[in-house]
């Protein structure tokens, strides 16, 4: 049983369209993260809830905007998609800072290409 | 602000020998956690070992091993007996209990030689 998933796992897409990529854990924990890994495998956070309120948002467009339906899901939606934003982005899942063992659990990513 | 450097972004080892990637980072904290992740071709994130600063006992996982130097903020990872599954990008990444971020380093991309 998948820990943390998201789907889709591939996305191709023009610019100007607008997508989003779902995450789900079933691990029971409270804080949730986004990750963008750009080509050079560098990566970056973007985005934290913890029990579906914001707590980290990094210096990303606006074009960005995660929303969590309750903490068991994060999604990512990106408007007026640019060239840029070709990356893989990576849905993870932690337990609290103190509690647990600490590490995130990431999904398998999603690659989404802008032509 | 808190930072991960990984000095090495390409190593390359011969297999079954011994090899060592290097991670230093930077924070005025005195409790975090430390993490080494595996990227293998595949792309996912496997964790391969984790550290609690506050344990000074080096974390140890089968062949992997670490070297916890709080002082001089130093956590690298040593890999005994490479095989040729441990070709990958390692990850060295730093957890901060204040704003609860996770930073990764660049990156080292590791080759085996067979």
């Known amino acids: ?7 889709p796992k591939y996305l191709v897409t023009q610019m100007g369209n607008d997508k989003s990529i779902k995450c789900e854990q079933n691990l ?12 050079k495998k560098f990566l970056k956070i973007m985005f934290s809830y913890n029990n579906k309120e914001l707590i980290i948002n990094e ?10 339906p309750d903490k068991a899901h994060l999604n990512l939606h990106i408007n007026s998609l640019e060239l840029g934003d070709s990356a893989v982005y990576f849905c993870a899942s932690s337990q609290d800072f103190g509690s647990g063992t600490g590490e995130l659990f990431f999904g398998e990513g999603s690659r989404l290409t802008v032509l | 602000a808190q ?4 000095s090495q972004p390409e190593m390359s080892v011969q297999e079954a020998e011994t090899v060592t990637l290097s991670c230093t980072y930077d924070t005025s904290e005195s409790d975090y956690y430390l993490f080494w992740y595996k990227q293998p071709p595949s792309r996912q994130m496997i964790l391969v070992i984790r550290q609690e600063a506050y344990k000074q006992q080096n974390a140890t996982e089968n062949r992997f091993s670490v070297n916890f130097q709080k002082a001089a903020k130093s956590f690298s990872l040593k890999i005994s007996d490479s095989q040729l599954g441990d070709a990958a990008m390692y990850f060295c990444a730093y957890r901060s209990p204040g704003d609860d971020k996770i930073i990764f380093g660049k990156g080292t991309r590791l080759h085996i030689l067979p």
């Open chain 1, 28 to 39: 029971g924990h409270d804080t949730m993260y986004w990750y963008k890994q750009d080509s």
């Open chain 1, 59 to 68: 210096t990303v467009p606006n074009r960005f905007s995660p929303k969590s």
């Open chain 1, 1 to 7: 049983d998948t820990a943390v998933s998201q789907t």
């Open chain 2, 3 to 6: 930072t991960v450097t990984q």
